[in-house]
Every structure is written in C-alpha cells, then in structure tokens.
C-alpha cells in the first residue's frame, strides 16, 4: 500500500535527528526545517502529504497546519520521558486535534515502518460497524477495560469507552495490552498489543463517551527466536552480502552497540580493495562517530536476518561512506517451515468469508507450507487484519477440499512495480494453518517435492525389492547383516520399510525417476525424538548427473526434516573412506561449525556375529545392572559437564527421556519396535561406565545404529575401568542373542576399540558424524548448492522461491 507521493515536512531542532528521519523515508520526497516558523513558509508554498514535528506549542501549530495543509497527516515525536510534550498533546486532543504520536527513542528502521504504517493506515479500508455487535477487551497500566468497537480498518479501530473514564488515562502512545475483539461472542481478532493514537470525549445519541482511536501492528510478534548461527569464512560473508544487494535487500547501519540512530545505505556496492572487502555507499544522515569506529550492519533476506560489525573506512561531507565488511555475519531465521510457490499442476485455493464485512473470498495462494500460506488482497477494499481469526476451505489439486483455521500472522505490501501513480497497492497476508488435514499437508508436501524437484518422488510404496537392486548395483556395500545376494531378509526389510516410511513422521523415502526408470535413493529417519537422521543414499552408476540427483536427494529430504516441526536436529554420518561424502560433508561441517548448535565427532564401527551357542562367560568381571533413574541423571549431568549439549538433545539424553519411552509409542503405533536399555558398573561413588544400548525392529536402519551400543568411561585411567567396559561388553552382547541378534554391534571411539577386539569384535571400519541445529538448515543448502556448484560444474536449480517480506 502507499499513498501518493508527495512532499514530507519534517520539523525538528536537531539537524542529526531531521537527518535521521529524512533517512528514514527512503521513499518520499523529505523537506526538513529547523522551525515551526519556517515550516510555515513551506507549508505556504506547497501543502505537505505528512508533517512530523516535536510536540511544543503543539495546540498553535496545528491550526496552523489545519489552515495552509488541511488534508496533511499530522505526526508528533515525543519521549514518553516527556511530561510536558505529554500534557501538550493530551490537550490538542481533548481540543479536537486530530494527529498520531511516536516515541522519540525509535529507531531509523522502527520510523520508517511506523510511519509508513500509518500512511498505509489512513489509505486503508475502514469499516463502520453496529457498536452493539462488537465488544473490545484490553488491558491499560495493569487495569482491564471493556469497549465497544464503532470503527475497523486493517491498522485499527475506533472505540467508545464508558464516560467515567478520563481521557488522561489514554494519552498518545499509551499502550493496549491483550486487545481482543469479539462480534457476538465470537473472536474476530487478538493482537498483543496496540497504541492509541488519540483519546477526546464524544457525546452521541446514547450520551458521553470516551472516543480512542487505536492502531496495532502489521504482524503479530514472533515466537522467541533460535539463537544465531555465525557466518565466519569471508568469502561466505562477502557473497552473502551480494547476494542480498542483487536483491535490493535494504541494507541499515549504526553505531556499535546503539541503535538511537540508524540509517539506510543507499546504492551501496561491494569492491575488494587491496584484498580487503568495502562497502561503498551514501547516506542522508549522520552518525556521530569517526573514521575507524566499529559499526553494525543488518539486513534482512528471504526470511532470514543478517548482522555484522564492520569499520568505518571513510566519510565524506557529501554523504558517502566505505565501510568494511564484517568479518562475520550472525543469520537468525523468522519464518519456521520453508515456503514454495505451487506450479501450474499443483494449484491450491483457499475460500472464506471476510472478517468484517462477511464478503466471500477466494485467493490463490502466492506461497505455501504445511504451517501456514499467504496470499494477496486489496487493503483498499478489504478488511484483513492481523489477528484475525478465519474458518476456511482450502481446495487441493486433485479437486478435494478440507476444512481448516486460518490466524492471520502479518499483512505486508506487494511490490508497485515502479507504478507511482497514487492508487493503492495489494497487500500479501501471510497466515498460520490451524487443523489441517493429514490429507491436506500430504497434497501441499507431495507439491513442495515437485517444486524442488519433479523427479523425485515419495517411495514408501515403492517395492522394496527394486530399492535393494538398486542399492546392489550402486555398490552399497556396507550391510554387515542384509548381504546382496541372500534375498531371505526381503520380506522383513519390506515390512519395515512400509511403515516406516507410510506414516512420513517416523521418516521419509525418496527415490529419484529418470528416463530408465530408479535412478537414486535415499531415506530419513526419526532415529530420535527431536533427530532426522539422513541414511541409505544410492544413486546408480554410470548414470550422468549422478552427483546432480545426489545433490537434489539430500537437500529435499533435509527440508522434509524441517518440514517436521518437533524436529530440532539434523544427522549424517558417512564412511571415512568413502571420498565423495568425506570431502563434501566435511568440508560443510566444518565451515558450519557452531558451538552449542552443531557436533562433528568420528567413532568406529565393530560387530560380532552371533554364534547359535552361547560361549561361557568371563570370570572375575564386576557386576553390571540395569540403569535407574538416578542414572539417568548422571549421564545427562556428565555429558554436559563435557560440553556434549549437542549430543544430550539431539540423542534424548535428557533426564525424562533416556529410555525413549516417548518415542518408542509413537513407533508402536506403526506396529515397530524402538527402545533404550542402559546397563551400569558401579564405582565408589559414581559409575564407573555406562553401555546404550539401542533397540529397535530390524532393518529402520541398514548397517542397524538402532541395535547397536555405545561406552561412556568417565575416567579411563581409573584402575577398574578396563574391567568394567569388558563387562559391559559382555553384557550388551547377552543383550543381542536375548534380542535373537545375528551380531552384536558397537559404536565406539578409538579407546574402546581394543577390547572390544579382544572380546572378538571386528573392526569394520572409521565413520564420521555430523549434527547440526534446524536453525542451519537454510544455510547448509546454500553452502551444499555452492560445493556442488564448484565440484560438480553444473548449475543447481535455484530454489529461492519464497516470497520475501513476511
């Protein structure tokens, strides 16, 4: 939305603040004045569309303004720190002034998009509506308030408040806590919060009244975001910062640290200077700080934010600026599932009545996912608001249509493309699925699949058979316990593979469909709770493009992951001796490497096949027990206490869930088996080691980490250590020939391999791990696409296909 553009008045004492808000509306022409007297002047000559002043002599200035610029948008800045200001504009308004308030201690980027809101405001839809219909419930100062609502637009309302309330109670700026509107006893909208933009005593044909205009935000506040992930390699840095110039992302500067001041860079471009990275660029404002000083850099970018600290390098007195780039970019994400935009095949739409005004409406969506859409409506119009709360039809592809709750989350403007001719732009709502269908999500992730790829489809239905031929002739060669050639596990590893991979939340398979039918697979498995693990990738041989369709596989089944909202963690692992994940994967975990948020350890596989006698068992060994409780709660103490926080979350480590029990219901409710059992040594005072051992139905697993052990040895040089890991060795092996095993197989770091060998395990070989936070996802597919683009020579499809701006 926008209104036409024209001159924007900006009175204020303080040259670096007029600065500050000239910068701060990038899209108008800005006319900045010292004075109310010379603002005068201005006024005479040429009748400004918006006028912000300070709130002195604030009563005088408006007739002023009511007689050379009747038709302006009147806007005060004023500290809340500010008594007098205050006092001066309750008393405009209890005058009848007409005018908006904002706080002095906003940000550049914060005014902007204030100010912006409230032109978009004044062009917007406003519906008058029977005051008997809608009731308004608030809270002001910590004091609940009932009203009831005359007016609604899509940046707020107007409300009548009983006569004994004082307008000093409602002065400009004051804030709404837990605004919620209702017509009829039905929620029709719930913000958190909204500003009132003026207060005056009315007196109408029911009496006096206390009249307030109030207007809440565009989007509704975010849920707590993840922490950020740190970009560090430079060359990273630097091309994601092209990247989101080629864009016309908007790139904000201010002093470290300060956010008082904050101005917009305008044409700003990248050049390497002596090796070093600078941003060059202009900028109408001013920030009191000299050559040399470190300030912060920010941006936005396909619903993901970037920061950074860089040098001032240079300043000019006409307003141009070099700046280095940061070293380092912080990238926090503010959206939870990715969005696709449908393709012609795969058309969705989605049907309710207005909010307000009741009116039938149906909008094709402009992107989608399985938590939410958006799509577009004219705000010139149509009343949306966010907040509000829509019963809708969402029609799928194949011509169904389920039922589902809409909340509407945010409403932005589309692009003008360049138009300036005074009308009002589309606005995009961007909405959360509340209900949804399985039947519904199936449709919309089956078209995600098509989106990324068209060649890639869903394989849980595929035969078993033809996945395992394919695995035979991609030469997968590791199955210690399923070798090519024995076909009588087959009709036990089509079970698992049937519900496993049915339901889509114990896990995903995914094949790869050429011209010669299968060309690659690959699957994904809730191995944990909060843990998508990547597993059986084959892709045929020979076939050109081979590293394409692996490229392609990985990164839209580590999307499916995302898909998954309880999904926290993401997991690969891949042989140390196989080149092409070794060097890929490596290189991307390291590069990605985050404290606290990603893991990267190695460990080695052995296994012991299972004769059908049980051989005697050593003497002399301590005695091992089933864990408890109070075990469990060591382990998860111990691991943290070695900074393993990654490894406690993402392998349901913590105190509540060591056993699995909660994910093994959700496996028993596809008819499979997942479980957890620890065995224990005691030591004086604490144990001396700790055997997990993983259970599950054969087969979730190729090379089985779900039936296999792991050691924790807090202290390896303790004298009884030795004895109590070949205990627990001994015992974990009972385990799997009471489990009817075919071997016992261990995880284990390079200490423990050695009696393990004496015990009889075989070494199979050295693998590599890697865990990372969904926070990364966004940006591993990005650092995946790049290597694949390098490494393989072939362009990768782009898949930046959301809309930004939500």
Same mark, same amino acid.
């Given at each position: 939305m926008s209104v036409p553009i024209r001159d924007v008045l900006v009175v204020h004492p303080n040259a670096g603040r007029r600065a500050a808000l000239a910068s701060a509306l990038p899209s108008y022409r800005v006319v900045a004045v010292e004075s109310k007297k010379e603002a005068a002047f201005r006024m005479a000559d040429a009748a400004p569309a918006l006028i912000i002043a300070p709130p002195d002599d604030a009563r005088l200035f408006l007739r002023q303004v009511a007689h050379t610029a009747p038709d302006a948008l009147r806007v005060f800045i004023c500290s809340k720190s500010d008594p007098a200001g205050l006092a001066e504009l309750v008393q405009s308004a209890a005058e009848g002034h007409v005018f908006s308030v904002l706080d002095e201690a906003l940000s550049g980027p914060e005014l902007g998009r204030t100010i912006s809101h409230l032109l978009q405001h004044r062009g917007s839809a406003f519906a008058t509506v029977p005051p008997g219909a809608y009731s308004v419930h608030f809270e002001c100062n910590e004091q609940g308030y009932a009203a009831r609502c005359v007016e609604i637009g899509n940046f707020g309302a107007t409300l009548l408040l009983p006569s004994d309330v004082p307008a000093s109670g409602f002065p400009p700026g004051a804030t709404l806590e837990g605004v919620r509107i209702e017509r009829e006893g039905q929620l029709l909208l719930k913000t958190?919060?909204?500003?009132?933009?003026?207060?005056?005593?009315?007196?109408?044909?029911?009496?006096?009244?206390?009249?307030?205009?109030?207007?809440?935000?565009?989007?509704?506040?975010?849920?707590?975001?993840?922490? =950020? /992930?740190?970009?560090?390699?430079? @060359?990273? $840095?630097?091309?994601? !910062?092209?990247?989101?110039?080629? +864009?016309?992302? #908007? &790139?904000?500067?201010?002093?470290?640290?300060?956010?008082?001041?904050?101005?917009?860079?305008?044409?700003?471009?990248?050049?390497?200077?002596?090796?070093?990275?600078?941003?060059?660029?202009?900028?109408?404002?001013?920030?009191?700080?000299?050559?040399?000083?470190?300030?912060?850099?920010?941006?936005?970018?396909?619903?993901?934010?970037?920061? =950074? /600290?860089?040098?001032?390098?240079? @300043?000019? $007195?006409?307003?141009? !600026?070099?700046?280095?780039?940061? +070293?380092?970019? #912080? &990238?926090?994400?503010?959206?939870?599932?990715?969005?696709?935009?449908?393709?012609?095949?795969?058309?969705?739409?989605?049907?309710?009545?207005?909010?307000?005004?009741?009116?039938?409406?149906?909008?094709?969506?402009l992107d989608l996912s399985v938590g939410g859409l958006s799509f577009p409506f004219d705000a010139a119009s149509e009343i949306i608001p966010a907040g509000s709360r829509l019963d809708a039809t969402l029609l799928l592809p194949d011509g169904t249509s389920t039922q589902c709750l809409l909340e509407v989350r945010s409403i932005h403007a589309l692009p003008s493309d360049g138009r300036q001719d005074g009308g009002l732009r589309p606005f995009r709502a961007g909405v959360r699925f509340s209900g949804l269908a399985q039947v519904a999500r199936d449709s919309i992730l089956r078209a995600f699949m098509s989106s990324r790829c068209e060649a890639i489809s869903d394989g849980s239905h595929v035969p078993f058979q033809d996945i395992w031929r394919l695995m035979e002739e991609a030469r997968y060669r590791f199955h210690p316990d399923y070798p090519f050639g024995d076909d009588s596990p087959l009709p036990m590893l089509e079970d698992t593979h049937r519900k496993v991979y049915g339901s889509g939340d114990l896990g995903r398979s995914l094949i790869y469909t050429g011209a010669k039918g299968m060309q690659g697979n690959i699957a994904a498995l809730r191995i944990h709770s909060r843990t998508w693990l990547v597993q059986h990738l084959a892709v045929r041989p020979g076939v050109r493009r081979n590293e394409q369709i692996s490229y392609d596989l990985s990164n839209l089944v580590v999307e499916l992951g995302e898909v998954q909202q309880d999904v926290e963690f993401i997991r690969y692992s891949w042989r140390k001796d196989n080149r092409w994940p070794s060097r890929r994967m490596g290189w991307l975990a390291r590069a990605m490497e985050t404290p606290g948020l990603s893991m990267l350890r190695h460990f080695s596989y052995l296994r012991l096949p299972l004769d059908p006698q049980t051989p005697p068992a050593p003497q002399g060994l301590p005695r091992v027990r089933d864990g408890v409780r109070t075990d469990y709660v060591w382990i998860e103490l111990h691991l943290r206490d070695r900074g393993e926080l990654v490894r406690v979350l993402c392998e349901d480590l913590l105190t509540d869930e060591v056993d699995l029990s909660g994910l093994s219901a959700r496996y028993a409710s596809q008819g499979l088996h997942r479980r957890r059992r620890v065995f224990v040594v005691d030591g004086e005072y604490t144990p001396l080691a700790v055997a997990l051992s993983e259970e599950a139905t054969p087969g979730l697993n190729l090379i089985e980490k779900t039936n296999a052990f792991w050691l924790i040895v807090p202290n390896r040089n303790h004298p009884q250590a030795r004895a109590a890991t070949q205990a627990l060795i001994q015992r974990c092996v009972e385990h799997a020939r009471e489990r009817g095993r075919p071997s016992a197989i261990a995880l284990v770091d390079d200490e423990e391999i050695e009696p393990l060998q004496e015990a009889g395990f075989e070494n199979l070989g050295r693998f590599s791990e890697w865990i990372f936070h969904r926070s990364m996802i966004r940006r591993g597919c990005e650092l995946w696409r790049s290597v694949f683009e390098r490494l393989g020579g072939t362009p990768a499809p782009d898949w930046e296909t959301e809309e930004a701006g939500e």
């Open positions: 958190t919060w909204a500003h009132v933009q003026r207060a005056q005593p009315v007196t109408d044909e029911h009496g006096p009244h206390l009249r307030v205009g109030i207007s809440w935000a565009t989007a509704m506040h975010p849920p707590p975001p993840v922490p =950020g /992930v740190t970009m560090e390699e430079q @060359s990273e $840095v630097v091309a994601t !910062l092209r990247k989101g110039l080629r +864009r016309e992302a #908007v &790139i904000w500067m201010q002093r470290a640290n300060d956010s008082s001041v904050q101005l917009r860079l305008e044409a700003p471009v990248v050049e390497m200077v002596d090796g070093v990275a600078v941003l060059r660029c202009h900028s109408t404002g001013m920030l009191e700080c000299a050559v040399g000083d470190e300030v912060d850099l920010f941006f936005e970018m396909g619903g993901q934010s970037y920061s =950074g /600290v860089g040098q001032l390098l240079a @300043s000019g $007195v006409d307003g141009s !600026l070099a700046v280095r780039v940061p +070293r380092a970019l #912080v &990238i926090r994400n503010w959206r939870s599932l990715p969005r696709f935009k449908p393709g012609p095949d795969n058309r969705f739409l989605i049907s309710f009545l207005a909010p307000v005004t009741g009116q039938p409406t149906t909008r094709a969506p």
